[in-house]
């Protein structure tokens, strides 16, 4: 049998311009790489930010094919890898920034560092939704602020994409979490299992009645700008901050008067320096372990998408008008 040579993907030519559906070469691998038949493709509001060429951080050199997370099946290993073989279905966050062709494709060719087995018990497109928001919220709650069973965890953001599953990761670990929200936002904060807490409250009130005015032991912010300020008044002496999002100027006399320490998580970092991939595949490999274990289920849109349509997509998650988290059918 002659193997395909070819493939169709979503190629952005320009910033900000729709997408267009291409016929283009398969790509090659390399020895310590696998190709990936990809079968759905995770979107995150990073994703269009990239395709507006509006996240200097996260450069993409055009044309590109975008996509950051991804689920799918091994199609063929390259001659170093042993960890997996063809017809293992995989997961990760893989590509679509840096000049790493992304996930908006029928194949790619992907670093076997960055994945893991795609958990037994949830679709591909579940899977899809997973990779980013698991691995910042991983690396915020476990690698950065290393968790522990009873503190009190205060996130920011608890509805948002990586909140919701920093909520589930810390209940896993056996926190007492709570989360903030927007009024609407109370029944999926709670269904997930955080005790909320309105936005809008004052600190100092929900510090009060949560913590006897102690504070929390760690705060994660998934929100950033004012948020953050507001994480330094909210956690503990001796705790600690972590946020996703912390790329404003702060002032630090809040958490310097707690003797508190903060933290960063750059999720890209990986993909763009290629320092620490393989770390980011054993984070996948605990994501699968969670939801096998039935502790961890990402909250899914119900809307289905193709290549065809992803600019549909993109134009959703720029209006805020999304369910949860968008996935693509590959």
């Known amino acids: 049998m002659t193997r395909q040579s070819t493939m169709r993907a979503a190629v952005l030519e320009a910033h900000n311009a729709p997408q267009r559906l291409s016929t283009i070469s398969r790509p090659e691998i390399g020895p310590r790489e696998v190709l990936v038949r990809i079968r759905a493709s995770g979107i995150n509001p990073l994703d269009t930010k990239i395709h507006a060429g509006a996240a200097a951080h996260a450069r993409h050199p055009l044309p590109a094919i975008l996509g950051l997370d991804l689920a799918g099946v091994i199609e063929q290993t390259g001659h170093d890898i042993s960890r997996f073989k063809p017809g293992d279905e995989v997961y990760g966050m893989t590509g679509g920034v840096g000049g790493v062709q992304g996930s908006l494709a029928e194949f790619a060719a992907v670093d076997a560092d960055l994945l893991a087995l795609k958990p037994a018990n949830v679709s591909m497109r579940e899977a899809a939704a997973l990779p980013l928001i698991f691995i910042t919220a991983w690396e915020g709650l476990i690698d950065r602020a290393a968790l522990k069973a009873g503190q009190k965890v205060l996130i920011h953001g608890g ?167 968008l996935v693509v059918d590959i």
């Open 159 to 325: 509805a948002g994409g990586v909140g919701h599953i920093a909520i589930q990761i810390a209940r896993a670990f056996g926190a007492d979490v709570f989360a903030t929200g927007s009024a609407s936002q109370r029944a999926t904060i709670e269904g997930f299992g955080a005790t909320f807490i309105d936005r809008d409250t004052a600190i100092a009130t929900y510090v009060a009645e949560h913590t006897g005015g102690r504070g929390f032991d760690v705060v994660y912010d998934t929100v950033g700008g004012k948020v953050l300020d507001a994480s330094f008044e909210a956690v503990r002496r001796f705790g600690h901050v972590v946020s996703a999002l912390g790329w404003g100027t702060h002032g630090l006399a809040p958490l310097s008067f707690r003797a508190a320490t903060y933290s960063g998580v750059f999720t890209l970092l990986p993909l763009l320096s290629g320092e620490g991939r393989a770390h980011h595949g054993e984070i996948m490999a605990e994501a699968t372990r969670l939801v096998e274990a039935g502790k961890l289920l990402p909250l899914l849109d119900p809307r289905h998408f193709t290549l065809e349509s992803i600019d549909e997509a993109y134009a959703l998650i720029r209006d805020h008008a999304t369910q949860g988290k």
